[in-house]
């Protein structure tokens, strides 16, 4: 049975940092992934990340701020978040496809809610 379970989100304050992280089990993943929905908007993709970690994509808008990162032995997917703004603020889903995949989206959690306000 695959799981994956986010932890990490919270309220922070405008300029901060935070870590999320994605534990996933039950198979392995070729991609994975964060998205992003905020209250009254449609889901986002934020970022993705093959297997081996070596090619990553991210939406312009977190681009030079968020990175993604897994580490394979822990089944772990991780999401770094510096110089966060209010528009940041989201529930924000770990996602995983078994074959490569820009937008993974064939396995979702449960989210983690991430609130930037001063």
């Known amino acids: 049975q695959v799981q994956l379970v986010e932890s990490g989100g919270g309220m922070v304050q405008p300029g901060d940092s935070l870590k999320l992280s994605c534990a996933a089990s039950?198979?392995?993943?070729?991609?994975m992934g964060w998205f992003r929905q905020a209250p009254g908007k449609e889901r986002e993709f934020v970022a993705a990340?093959?297997?081996?970690?070596?090619?990553?994509q991210y939406a312009d808008s977190v681009k030079g701020r968020f990175t993604i990162s897994r580490d394979n032995a822990k089944d772990t997917l991780y999401l770094q978040m510096n110089s966060l703004k209010p528009e940041d603020t989201a529930v924000y889903y770990c996602?995983?496809?078994?074959?490569?995949?820009?937008?993974?989206?064939?396995?979702w959690g449960q989210g983690t809610q991430v609130t930037v306000s001063s």
């Open positions: 996602t995983a496809s078994s074959m490569w995949s820009a937008r993974p989206s064939d396995y």
């Open positions: 039950g198979r392995t993943f070729s991609s």
């Open positions: 990340i093959t297997k081996s970690g070596y090619t990553t």
